[in-house]
């Protein structure tokens, strides 16, 4: 790693300042965990980091709102698996987060970074994707509202300015709807999914009222899947209907290959896992 | 915490004893030294510049514009290095390693120059801005290929002549075979004529990396009148004879130092930094720090791959008449001790077994990748895991049970091994009913319904210890009573100290927890071939217990001198008081073991005694294979040892789990990607080793025996319990789901694409 400056700004919008939107040597820093790992490859070599650690606090904080939950951009994972209000509103985020990464990352990634960073490796993303999640953006012209669904524009890239950072995150609670996240390794069971599947869906076996069903870590970034979506909307769920849905997930991700598997073998995970997911998701994943 | 640690610490039977670690206080407080963290006033730091292409002729280097940055005092080529060492070749087995890439580069990674700072980030700037033209020459990886190939990795070989069973390595050209090992027995071609069944397969394994959890790490220090090195060295004494050889001084003039090593596996073993930070002293005048990161590990040193052709032939009732083995190792650029692993692993390639015509080839093989050395086994997991999945293939084929299979070949106590020693103190019988009964093998299996099938598997091998190797170790009994250790054995994580202490304490009749173990110190600690090979409990171990028997023996002696009566219970400070009139003097103990050996006949590879003692291991597996995934879940691993008598039980238990669990990783997923020779996973990102949630809930178990020519009846145990987990694993999900997996590791992926093949519709290329 080679040297660069640090600045600690006090507020999100000093942060923004000192941002560039055309120097791409200069990056906002959230838990670094991910930034450092492109710096030790020599893939990034920063002129200066702006470090969010010292903006106001409340960008660390989740609060229950009526609908759902906020959650500022550097609550980190950590703050998030524990929370009393995340395992109300949505315990979806609370199960992921158990299997996302280790304990000395997520005590220092942040939410913020987890987006930002476009990586379609990451857990939280599809996640919060398929609950409907909102961020609030800020940039020097002010706010705007992104659905995350929206956010991710390729692979490691996404729809924000340089000099836009994340502030917060909306979750829309659960209610009735169930939901769940399947994450699949193919090395160590801590490594970084070859697959990612989240699901969250309203009605029952009986009949699937509405579904949103993403993708990821096979695919070049978080992607919703539609067609297999239309496929399980209406008719009972039974082996033959998922069975259908798998296959129309199969055939409408995108894989890219790399060292946890190849594109054949990453379409047949999809086939099984957003089966296996929509089944969890009724069954109640714990 | 100090006074419950005394309570358990009772005088005698300090053999047998789960005394806890010497040292783990230290450790936990963050109190231990390591060489990674150490630093020395004045101290620069190097970072090295990498070569990107894996063969080649240097054209030029360009270090200008690293020169020009602001804090680089030195950036250093090899022509730099061969005006202060003007024969820059180091290496165990051939002097064939130059400090930093000479002419030619051999491997993807291999440093070409080196950046010299005070300030290591500065260092690793300015070594980003170095470049260097090649003229790029065909490059071979593979190790089947590296034999007959025409491209050579070096232009002629240059034996070392270091070890007494190496000593017939001759100069070579135009070859990439660095040893060629045989082993001639019996009559094979006539028997395989001769068989009812006859069964050949080629399994193979992939490229792996120790992960020491304290990367390699030096610090040289050079003055005109002696020079003193730092390092995370499994082997000090070899440390100096090389860098002494290197300089042309004598020994005495060199001091290594090494404190406690983050673990080692094999990857810091002989020579690894310390001859490229000795030169960037010389050349510094000020003391120089080379340590990697854990991403430059990739780049130092790695298991062999192995490709391993083994053929059998069997008479009519099931018992192997023949057997043929034709191993490849994958080298890398440079020999490293790959071509010991080749030869002394190689020679138990027919496994456990006994078989009256044998025909053994173990070839060490240079290619243009990373070098290889040992990790943990010594080349015999890779073995293992051809013989035993070969031995179950022919089982199956047999319609034999696989248990029974291996009763009726198995090399028994008072057999002839292969090479002609005969087998003793190697329970083979014992592990194998152990293993059976732990598995309830004779029970009935439920292999499961729907889309999860279970599977159970075993496997069963031996190797022999690294033979002949020395050690030696020195008691010191001061005027107080107090005694103090130097063995040069390096503590890396396997609880040497506390082993070695309590010999010194079960002879001199006092607490493990009062003697100390100095640290590796080549000034003073004496002479050992190094921390490899699970030889220290044995060798140093006897070295130890004979220092301790010499102390008490002369400490008997000044008691008589004294007059104190025969057994008297006189305090030893008491002795030195009278001897001396006052407290004053020493004891000293010496202890010196070497293990007869017979070398192996040249041509035929036979020897009467070949080894100092065998090792035993069995592993059982039971699995879950997902069969819509490929994914397989190992719910049962069973490991029976003949590990001789343990000296410290609750050490005995870590060295085996540890070893399973590494073992684990190397089976179902670790592996270094190779592109072109550029290893596309170089960090611990994407190279992901076995995390708790992998380790399957793990029986180990130890068979009672009595290793009758060791220290206190004991023998090694650092390795033994990674031999056969990958073949025990392989073998269950052949009993799963059918499928037969010959190379590893063994993931979701690979498993998966066997079993579709298997149902005739094989998974697509894409
Ligand atoms: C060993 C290891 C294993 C891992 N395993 C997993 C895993 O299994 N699953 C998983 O999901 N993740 C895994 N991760 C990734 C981890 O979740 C991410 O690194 C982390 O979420 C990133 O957050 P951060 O705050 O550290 O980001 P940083 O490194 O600080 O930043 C990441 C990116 O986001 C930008 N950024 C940061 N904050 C903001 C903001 N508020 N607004 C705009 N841009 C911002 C930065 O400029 C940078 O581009 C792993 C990481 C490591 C190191």
Not at chain 1, 114 to 124: E, F, T
Not at chain 2, 575 to 593: D, P, S, W
């Amino acid at each position: 790693m080679t040297p660069f400056e640090l600045a600690e700004p006090t507020s999100l919008k000093e942060a923004i300042k000192l941002l560039d939107p055309d120097d791409p040597t200069i990056r906002p820093v959230g838990g670094g965990t991910a930034l450092m790992l492109m710096m030790k490859a020599g893939v990034f070599k920063p002129v200066k980091l702006i470090s969010l650690r010292r903006i106001e606090n409340s960008y660390s904080t989740i609060a229950a709102t009526g609908d759902g939950l906020r959650i500022g951009a550097m609550t980190t994972l950590a703050a998030l698996e524990r929370s009393a209000d995340v395992k109300k509103a949505a315990p979806l985020i609370t199960r992921t987060l158990k299997t996302l990464s280790n304990i000395r990352v997520r005590n220092v990634a942040t939410v913020g970074g987890a987006l930002a960073h476009g990586d379609p490796h990451m857990d939280l993303p599809p996640v919060l994707m398929a609950l409907g999640a909102t961020l609030t953006v800020m940039g020097p012209k002010g706010e705007r509202k992104l659905a995350v669904e929206d956010l991710f524009a390729g692979y490691y890239e996404t729809v924000l300015d340089k000099d836009e950072l994340i502030a917060e995150a909306h979750v829309p609670a659960h209610g009735t709807k169930k939901a769940a996240y399947m994450k699949v390794t193919t090395g160590s069971a801590d490594d970084w999914p070859a697959l990612g599947v989240a699901v969250v869906l309203e009605g029952d076996a009986g009949g699937i009222k509405s579904a949103r069903i993403v993708a990821s870590a096979a695919t070049d970034k978080a992607t919703r899947l539609k067609s297999a979506e239309a496929a399980l909307i209406g008719g009972k769920v039974d082996d033959t209907l998922l069975a259908k849905v798998g296959d129309a997930a199969a055939d409408e991700a995108e894989y890219i290959a790399d060292v946890r598997g190849s594109i054949s073998y990453k379409r047949e995970l999809m086939r099984v896992y957003v089966r296996r997911a929509v089944r969890a998701a009724l069954e109640g994943a714990k | 915490m100090a006074t419950t640690t005394q309570d358990a610490a009772k005088v005698g039977a300090q053999v047998g004893r789960s005394v806890q670690r010497l040292e783990s206080r230290e450790k936990v407080t963050g109190r231990a030294e390591y060489t990674h963290t150490m630093r020395l006033p004045n101290m620069l730091h190097a970072k090295m510049f990498r070569s990107t292409v894996a063969h080649g002729r240097i054209k030029s280097i360009d270090t200008s514009a690293a020169k020009k940055v602001p804090g680089v005092l030195h950036v250093i080529t090899i022509d730099d290095v061969m005006k202060v060492i003007p024969n820059p070749y180091y290496g165990p087995a051939f002097h064939d390693q130059p400090i930093l890439a000479h002419e030619k580069v051999r491997f993807v990674g291999e440093p070409v120059a080196v950046v010299l700072a005070a300030d290591p980030h500065v260092a690793e700037e300015a070594a980003q801005l170095i470049t260097a033209e090649y003229e790029e020459l065909p490059p071979v990886f593979d190790e089947v290929d590296a034999l007959t190939s025409k491209v050579y990795v070096h232009d002629e070989l240059k034996p070392a002549g270091t070890f007494a069973d190496l000593k017939h390595l001759k100069d070579a050209k135009n070859t990439n075979m660095a040893l060629d090992y045989r082993l001639r027995k019996g009559d094979v071609d006539k028997a395989f004529a001769g068989a009812a069944h006859v069964f050949e397969h080629e399994f193979k394994t992939q490229k792996v990396l120790h992960l020491s959890f304290e990367p390699h790490a030096t610090i040289a220090d050079y003055r005109d009148t002696g020079v003193t090195l730092y390092t995370a060295s499994q082997g000090p004494s070899f440390v100096r004879t090389e860098i002494a050889r290197l300089l042309g001084w004598p020994e005495n003039k060199v001091r290594i130092k090494v404190p406690f090593l983050g673990s080692g596996y094999g990857s810091k073993l002989y020579i690894k930094l310390e001859a490229l930070a000795l030169a960037l002293s010389m050349i510094a005048r000020r003391p120089v720090k080379v340590a990697l990161t854990f991403e430059e590990m990739f780049y130092q040193i790695t298991k062999h791959p192995c490709t391993f052709r083994i053929k059998s032939g069997l008479d009519k009732d099931g018992r192997i008449v023949a057997r043929k083995c034709e191993v490849f190792w994958n080298g890398g650029a440079y020999a490293d001790i790959g071509p010991r692993v080749t030869q002394k692993s190689g020679l138990t390639a027919t496994g456990p077994y006994e078989i009256d015509n044998v025909s053994i080839d173990s070839y060490a093989l240079y290619t243009n990748v990373t070098p290889a050395g040992a990790l943990r086994g010594f080349g015999v997991p890779q073995l293992v895991w051809a013989y035993e999945g070969h031995t179950d293939m022919i089982a199956r084929a047999l319609k034999m049970d696989p248990v029974a299979f291996r009763r009726k070949n198995l090399l028994r106590e008072g057999r002839p091994h292969a090479t002609g020693t005969i087998l003793k103190d190697a329970a083979t019988e014992k592990v194998l009913d152990k293993l059976v009964e732990r598995m309830n093998w004779s029970q009935p299996f439920d292999n499961g319904s729907g889309t999860v099938k279970r599977g159970r598997g075993l496997g069963i091998a031996i190797k022999a210890v690294i033979t002949p190797t020395t050690s030696v170790a020195i008691v010191n009994v001061s005027g107080d009573g107090s005694v103090t250790l130097y063995c040069g054995t390096s503590d890396m994580g396997q609880g040497s100290d506390t082993a070695m202490a309590q010999m010194v304490g079960e002879v001199l009749n006092i607490p493990t927890e009062s003697v100390r173990v100095t640290p590796r110190d080549t000034d003073v600690t004496p002479y050992d071939m190094g921390t490899l090979g699970s030889r220290s409990l044995f060798h140093m171990g006897h070295a130890v217990q004979r220092a301790a028997e010499h102390a008490r023996d002369q400490l008997k002696a000044l008691a008589r001198e004294v007059g104190e009566p025969e057994n008297s219970n006189t305090p030893i400070r008491e002795l030195f008081v009278k001897r001396y009139g006052m407290q004053a003097g020493n004891v000293i103990g010496t202890g010196v073991f070497k293990p007869d050996y017979v070398p192996p006949a040249p041509g035929t590879g036979l020897s009467d005694n070949v080894t100092a003692f065998w090792m035993i291991s069995g592993a059982g597996a039971e699995v879950e294979v997902d069969t819509e995934t490929g994914h397989v879940k190992v719910t049962r691993l069973v490991n029976v040892l003949d590990i001789g008598k343990a000296i410290n039980p609750q050490v005995v238990e870590s060295q085996i789990s540890g070893a399973a669990s590494m073992q684990i990783g190397f089976t179902m997923f670790e592996k270094m990607h190779l592109d072109g020779g550029q290893v596309t996973n170089a960090s611990l990102a994407d190279y992901k080793i076995p995390g708790f949630h992998d380790i399957p809930p793990m029986e180990n178990i130890t068979v009672d025996t009595y290793q009758s020519n060791g220290p206190f009846g004991a023998k090694g145990v650092g390795e033994v319990a990674t031999f056969c987990v990958s073949p025990a694993i392989a073998n269950a999900i052949d009993d799963a789901v059918g499928v037969r997996l010959m190379e590893l590791p063994l993931n979701p992926e690979t498993v998966f694409r066997a079993i579709r093949a298997k149902a005739g519709q094989p998974l697509g290329d894409e």
